[in-house]
């Protein structure tokens, strides 16, 4: 991931008086199906923080009453010019679970993590040169 920080306002998800936070999501814990599962550095919700470009952002919030909160995730990729993205975004009692996933393969993308490989198969005799090549390509292990 790019080390360049731009400023971004953080928005504030959910209602001031509840609990809130927001994270640059480093890494998924899949074993997790709570916020516990999202690992990265905490930054502040509701204003101006600096961020790296291109870093995943996860901003969480409740709204409702103390009793019976309703909790809402929103998850963000940083722009360069000091945008947001919204990629997805959840709610109820199973918005981490219902994130979770998606934010793992925005994590893996952003950090070029290698994709489970696997050995040679004969199902690969189904698909044609051109496909192929162009996978090769896509993995930049071929020149044009």
Not at 4 to 31: F, Q, T, Y
Not at 59 to 64: D, F, N, P, T
Not at 94 to 106: G, I, P, S
Request: with cysteine.
């Amino acid at each position: 991931m790019e080390s360049v920080l731009v400023a971004v306002d953080v928005p504030l998800v959910g209602d001031e008086r509840h609990k809130n936070w927001a994270k640059i999501i480093d890494n998924v814990d899949p074993s997790q199906s709570t916020g516990w599962a999202f690992e990265g550095e905490f930054v502040a919700a509701g204003g101006i923080q600096d961020v790296p470009v291109g870093s995943v952002l996860l901003v969480y919030g409740e709204r409702g009453s103390r009793q019976n909160p309703h909790g809402e995730g929103r998850v963000f990729r940083v722009n360069g010019d000091g945008t947001l993205t919204l990629r997805c975004q959840a709610s109820g009692r199973a918005w981490a679970r219902t994130l979770r996933d998606e934010v793992a393969e925005l994590v893996d993308e952003l950090y070029e993590r290698p994709i489970e490989q696997k050995d040679w198969t004969p199902e690969l005799m189904g698909f044609s040169d051109t496909a192929l090549r162009e996978e090769l390509r896509r993995r930049n292990k071929v020149e044009e």
